[in-house]
């Protein structure tokens, strides 16, 4: 059964950095592409950054530049380091496996840009 658990969401100043993670048991990580997604309450969760198992990485045009993915496949875990954070950064952030038509996403954590 996998399972995905994120950490490092938190309150931050805009201009701020925080590392998000996901863990990933329950199967072997280097298979799966990753993904980040997150959502504002009343809206549709939205694609943020994708890395590939090959390491091949995209991001949606509003991170360009300060968000970046990332793997670990010895620790089955990927990251998303994101800075020059702002207001309209915070929501819940999610992450989503995904190998051949298996999809599983986390719980979520909770990151939010304030002053």
């Known amino acids: 059964q996998v399972q995905l658990v994120e950490s490092g969401g938190g309150l931050v100043q805009p201009g701020g950095s925080l590392r998000l993670s996901c863990a990933l048991s329950g199967d072997v990580f280097s298979v799966y592409g990753m993904r980040w997604y997150r959502q504002v309450p009343g809206n549709q969760r939205e694609f943020v950054a994708g890395?590939?198992?090959?390491?091949?990485?995209n991001y949606t045009d509003s991170v360009k530049g300060r968000f970046t993915i990332s793997r670990d496949n010895a620790k089955s875990t990927a990251y998303l380091q994101m800075n020059s954070l702002k207001p309209e950064d915070t929501a819940a952030y999610y992450c989503?496996?995904?190998?051949?038509?298996?999809?599983?996403w986390g719980q979520g954590t909770q990151v939010t840009v304030s002053s």
């Open positions: 890395i590939t198992r090959g390491g091949v990485t």
């Open positions: 989503f496996a995904s190998w051949r038509s298996d999809g599983y």
